[in-house]
C-alpha cells in the first residue's frame, strides 16, 4: 500500500484549522484557558492527552474500516 501523501496533507490542513480556530475566535478566553492549564497537575494533563489520542484513534478507524 502506498503512502497517499495528498490524504496526509488534507487530514493535516484540517487538523491547523481547527486549532487555529479558537486563537482565532477567542483570543482572551485561550489565554485565560492556558493560565489555568499551567496550574492542573501532570497526571490530569496527561488523562487529557491519553484521551484525546484514544478519540483520534477512533475517528480514524470509523473512517478506515467503517465508513472507507
Not at 4 to 27: H, K, S, T, V
Not at 40 to 60: K, N, Q
Request: hydrophobic residues 60%; glycine residues 14%.
Amino acid at each position: 500500500m502506498k503512502f497517499q501523501w495528498d490524504i496526509f496533507l488534507a487530514a493535516l490542513g484540517l487538523a491547523m484549522i481547527i486549532e487555529g480556530l479558537p486563537y482565532f475566535i477567542a483570543p482572551h478566553a485561550i489565554k485565560r484557558t492556558i493560565g489555568r492549564i499551567g496550574e492542573m497537575p501532570g497526571r490530569v494533563l496527561r488523562i487529557i492527552g491519553l484521551l484525546s489520542i484514544v478519540g483520534g484513534l477512533a475517528f480514524v478507524a470509523i473512517s478506515r474500516f467503517f465508513l472507507g
